[in-house]
């Protein structure tokens, strides 16, 4: 008797667990295939022009490699070459005569380097928006580079060349859009300004923020800004097949950190039990072990996988497309690789290491520098901490070298800018699906905070797997036809930008 009733509420036990499987598979699959998406529709202007003659094709060409053998070389922080920034201004308006020389567009030259253009709309009552790229590159010392990195050199279809994929293309491709512009005598709506930046791989400081001053002293706001950063990523994204477009809506803060030890020198014969190499290396270890917190789900990174959940391929999709479940699983799968780990939380990177100046002295010294960079949903102030309670160790001194917070997360919903980015990608670059994303390192527009809520991070190419090694790296390069559809990007953006504001969205569901 008792065994059976036991036995039946075995079975409703069990039934009741199968209708949950079921509900539950049904839930994933449901939200899976059918999660809605806001569309909209925009009027094609078939006036529109964005092809490219031959001519423009070649001229075209011809301005970047030219660009590209200006060795705008930003050394270190004190050092750049002056003499390439000063040529490569006196380049552009050589290259660009319709530009400087157009009544539409006012040019002055700011921090010695730094270009501004106001671009003067038809329409006074519609926001400016800010075009960005910067003329300065990284070093390039020429070793095994397969052509002379400041060469210029056509090679396959490809200009090689420090500066072609960060950030001449873009430098180049926003003056070569608005000459042709002009020339075909089109003139924009809306106002615009372009900064081209002089010091954005060293801070900014004396270039965006030369700019910015110049426009807060003007009362400028800003609709939205368009800076480098992310792109059209093809196979970058693991699990995802098809191409898909990026849009940085934020960046990440970051603190360079110097820790000291003193101790008394001594000599190594009569050594003490700590020595203050032993005591700093201690320190770093910890550091290194105790990761910072895992922040998935805090800041925009799971907008992204949401966004694009239906473009994973199965089994991928069924997890992006339920967060709401799996979200533990998913940061612990992101952890595992270093670029995807740099999403998930600050990075802690121990850089510089110091100590020592003889085999038989104890040093009285050891320092070590650590770089983090900050998840978009923490703050200076929260990492010191962590990192105060992580080393324990009141011999460790810390000093901030430098530091600030991360960028505020754009709208990519209901905003002017991200609308018109993810119609000209469109446009553009045959329908990829589009993205915000949190760009990882950092860029000029982090200066613009204070002129507009809407900062884009955007480059307007393809970037393979292998060619985002090239940025910063070796062999940098950008095919012909890529440098031809980043400028169609741009002549498609200033047309776009003419519209008042955006349609409205209407539902629409993927079909099953
Ligand atoms: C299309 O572009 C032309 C020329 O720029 C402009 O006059 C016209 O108003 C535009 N039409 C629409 C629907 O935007
Ligand atoms: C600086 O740029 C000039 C050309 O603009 C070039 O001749 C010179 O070699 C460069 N200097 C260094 C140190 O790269
Ligand atoms: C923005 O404005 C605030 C308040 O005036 C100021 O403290 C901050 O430094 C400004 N930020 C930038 C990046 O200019
Ligand atoms: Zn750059």
């Known amino acids: 008797m008792a065994v059976s009733r036991w036995k039946a509420v075995g079975s409703t036990l069990l039934a009741a667990f199968l209708v949950g499987l079921v509900v539950l598979i049904a839930v994933l699959l449901i939200r899976t295939y059918t999660l809605p998406t806001a569309v909209r529709k925009w ?69 010695g380097y730094s270009h501004l253009f106001k671009v003067q709309g038809s329409d006074h009552n519609l926001l400016p928006y800010m075009l960005l790229a910067h003329i300065d590159v990284v070093p390039a010392p020429p070793e095994s580079w397969e052509v002379p990195p400041f060469s210029g050199e056509e090679r396959d279809g490809y200009i090689y060349g420090r500066g072609t994929l960060d950030d001449k293309n873009c430098v180049i491709g926003i003056l070569q859009s608005l000459e042709f512009l002009l020339k075909r005598g089109h003139k924009p709506r809306r106002s615009f300004y372009i900064g081209l930046g002089h010091d954005e791989e060293i801070s900014g400081h004396k270039g965006a923020q030369k700019i910015v001053e110049k426009l807060q002293s003007q009362g400028v706001k800003l609709a939205f800004v368009l800076d480098e950063g992310l792109a059209v990523l093809d196979g970058v994204i693991q699990g995802i097949s098809q191409p898909v477009a990026l849009v940085g809506t934020t960046e990440k803060g970051s603190v360079t950190l110097d820790l000291t030890v003193n101790r008394l020198p001594g000599h ?30 805090n800041g925009p990174e799971q907008d992204m996988f949401e966004h694009l959940s239906t473009k994973f391929d199965f089994p991928l999709n069924i997890i992006m497309a339920n967060l709401w479940l799996f979200s533990p699983i998913l940061s612990r799968i992101l952890e595992l690789s270093p670029s995807t780990n740099a999403i998930v939380r600050t990075t802690t990177a121990l850089t510089i290491f110091k100590a020592g100046i003889k085999s038989n002295v104890i040093p009285p010294t050891a320092t070590a520098t650590v770089n983090f960079r900050l998840h978009p949903a923490q703050t200076v102030q929260e990492v010191l901490d962590i990192v105060q309670n992580t080393i324990k160790d009141e011999r460790v001194e810390l000093s901030v070298l430098n530091s600030f917070d991360p960028l505020p997360v754009s709208p990519n919903d209901m905003s002017l800018g991200y609308h018109i980015l993810q119609r000209t990608i469109h446009d553009v670059f045959s329908g990829p699906p589009v993205a915000p994303g949190v760009c990882v390192g950092n860029t000029d527009s982090r200066h613009f905070v204070n002129l507009t809520n809407s900062i884009y991070r955007f480059s307007p190419v393809v970037l393979k797997k292998e060619d985002v090694d090239r940025i910063h790296g070796l062999n940098e390069r950008i095919s012909k036809e890529a440098i031809e559809l980043l400028v169609q990007f741009y002549i498609q953006l200033i047309q776009n930008s003419d519209t008042d504001n955006i349609p409205p969205p209407h539902l629409d569901t993927h079909e099953l």
């Open 43 to 111: 009027n094609r202007n078939e006036s529109l022009i964005t092809e490219l003659a031959e001519k423009e094709r070649k001229q075209l060409v011809e301005a970047l490699k030219g660009a590209i053998r200006i060795p705008t070389v930003s050394f270190s922080e004190e050092e750049q070459n002056t003499t390439a920034l000063r040529e490569f201004g006196e380049y552009i308006q050589k290259v660009f005569p319709q530009v400087f020389s157009s009544s539409l567009i006012q040019h002055e030259v700011l921090g």
């Open 268 to 297: 190594s014969s009569m050594p003490p039990s700590e020595t203050s190499i032993g005591i700093l290396a201690a320190a770093v270890s910890r550091l290194e072990q105790n990761m910072m917190p895992n922040m998935f789900g």
